[in-house]
């Protein structure tokens, strides 16, 4: 009988058993200690020869996967599903490798590049292994390899994309820490100056340093200046109310300041509510408020 790849595609044959079980005899041979230093060699030229941004850490990283791909495969790790807790081994160094590259600002594909380039020495050293067997086994050998390196690339793509998207997310949210600052313009007198667009995400974080903000400084008044704010709709206004409620709360009041023409008559278009919020069109106007509500009396000096 004679198979083919579609063969092997095509699902179960008989004795895919026992050859997978042969192919991880040979992967292991082909990574022991012994010759590991030689197919390290290898791999590192093949991936040069794919990608030259080669980390300087790369001998040492590709010596760390040889190490845990065999710790796996000896261990019993099935070649045929990554998923195989026994791959944690292994699954742990890729992961390890794909932070630490998105970490340092490479691209998915240039970690996934140097896994592939795993392929080659390995197929070299099967290929020695094989010299002799019949069409069958060398297809199989062929096809388990490919899928195993495969599956890793995959699972090194995937990690790198989670996190760089967790590396992401995290400078958003510092970024919309440092751009709402809470500033004290004088005793019992903060400020809170907003630039961008609000949405809920920067309402929720303005409100929470705000709030903690006032019970550290045992603050009465609070100055949201929304100068830098490019638009005011229902939303918008929506996100500043609810800032006041929670501000009052606090047994502490509010003053809304850099109310421009614009705004104001996009609010009056709106048919937005501000009765009760003290509002004023610059933060100097705002200040004087404030410093007004909380006795203080400010006087030129007169020379």
């Not at 100068?227 to 005011?232: D, E, H, L, S």
């Not at 850099?258 to 705004?263: A, D, E």
């Not at 104001?264 to 709106?270: D, E, F, K, S």
């Not at 200040?287 to 000096?301: D, K, N, P, S, V």
Request: proline content about 3%.
């Amino acid at each position: 009988m004679i198979y083919t790849l579609p063969d092997l595609l095509a699902g179960p044959i008989p004795h895919a058993e026992r050859f997978m079980t042969n192919l991880t005899t040979q992967i292991l041979d082909a990574l022991h200690d012994s010759k590991r230093e030689a197919l390290i060699r290898e791999w590192i030229d093949e991936a040069r020869t794919r990608n030259a941004g080669l980390p300087r850490s790369a001998a040492t990283d590709a010596a760390e996967l040889a190490s845990a791909m065999a710790r796996s495969l000896g261990e019993g790790a099935s070649i045929e599903s990554f998923s195989d807790p026994k791959w944690s081994a292994l699954q742990q160094v890729l992961a390890a490798l794909s932070r630490s590259g998105a970490a340092q600002g490479q691209g998915a594909g240039e970690t996934s590049l140097f896994v592939l380039a795993l392929k080659k020495p390995l197929l070299s050293a099967l290929h020695g292994q094989l010299q002799g067997s019949d069409s069958l086994q060398i297809m199989s050998a062929f096809w388990g390899l490919t899928t195993l390196v495969d599956n890793m690339a995959q699972f090194t793509a995937t990690t790198f994309q989670r996190a760089r998207e967790e590396i992401i997310t995290r400078q958003q949210e510092e970024l919309l820490e440092l751009s709402t600052p809470v500033v004290k313009l004088w005793d019992g007198v903060l400020a809170v100056p907003m630039i961008g667009t609000l949405d809920s995400n920067r309402t929720q974080i303005v409100m929470e340093t705000l709030l903690q903000s006032i019970v550290d400084t045992g603050s009465e008044l609070a100055i949201i200046d929304i100068t830098g704010v490019p638009t005011v709709d229902t939303l918008v206004a929506q996100h500043l109310l609810k800032t006041v409620t929670a501000i009052r709360l606090m047994g502490a009041d509010c003053i809304i300041s850099g109310i421009r023409p614009q705004i104001a008559q996009t609010i009056v278009h709106l048919g937005i509510d501000l009765q009760g919020v003290s509002t004023k069109a610059t933060l100097a106007d705002a200040l004087a408020l404030a410093l007004q509500r909380t006795g203080w009396r400010i006087a030129r000096q007169v020379a």
